[in-house]
């Protein structure tokens, strides 16, 4: 069959040899590794991907968890062209699908934190031929408070300089607008004394005139 049609045979050995290395090209995820929240409040556990290969309805996506003091994984939550929430166990009614597949983007919202909370959240995306590649993870530590990072701190400190100056401009404008005010005063008093000077030479001009006309 090749020797009637050697373009053809060199068409399938190809072929053959693509498939092969397309495992090469695995699905990349990409998590923030670590995060911190508050005990109760909610938090996005956001997880993207790439892929040579187009999304299509073949995409899935599979979010686990492993608790922090040991035991078994535990299923999160699931999506392959709908997504699946958990029917039972501790992430029943909290966990909803924030994702959006065209964006590459198979993010997850977790409601109401609890402590237990604590753990390795993972993230697998599949997405045929794509199907190897690491599992994303995700670190997650729910706390009292939320602990001040550096960024932070120079937040803070960036804050409060401008206050700082803020304040300090301020003051500067209302000693000028006093200052202003008691040298206006001050000219306003020195006006008036030389205004009774002025009338109390007028009244003793007047009163040594009259003295003089009677006499």
């Not at 991907?49 to 035991?71: C, E, K, Q």
């Not at 994303?136 to 706390?143: A, C, F, N, R, T």
């Not at 000219?187 to 003295?211: D, G, R, T």
Request: overall charge positive.
């Amino acid at each position: 069959m090749y020797g009637k049609s050697p373009t053809r045979a060199v068409l399938f050995l190809l072929g053959l040899q693509l498939t092969a290395l397309w495992p090469i090209a695995a699905v990349e995820i990409y998590t923030p590794r670590v995060l911190e929240a508050v005990n109760g409040t909610d938090i996005r556990l956001k997880c993207t991907f790439s892929s040579f290969a187009p999304v299509g309805d073949a995409l899935t996506v599979t979010w686990n968890f492993r608790p922090r003091d040991g035991g078994p994984e535990q299923f999160v939550f699931y999506f392959h062209v709908d997504p699946f929430k958990p029917m039972s166990g501790r992430f029943k009614d909290r966990v909803v699908w924030d994702g959006n597949p065209e964006r590459y983007d198979v993010s997850i919202l977790l409601w109401k934190l609890q402590f237990d909370d604590n753990g390795t959240y993972t993230c697998q995306v599949k997405n045929p031929p794509d199907v190897d590649g690491l599992i994303g993870e995700i670190q997650l530590s729910v706390v009292q408070t939320v602990r001040f990072s550096e960024i932070h701190f120079l937040a803070l400190a960036i804050g409060s300089a401008c206050a700082l100056m803020v304040i300090i401009v301020i003051v500067v404008v209302l000693l000028k607008h006093f200052r202003k005010k008691r040298r206006a005063e001050r000219a306003h008093k020195v006006v008036e004394i030389k205004s009774k000077e002025e009338e109390k030479l007028n009244q003793e001009k007047k009163a040594s005139v009259s003295l003089e006309y009677t006499d």
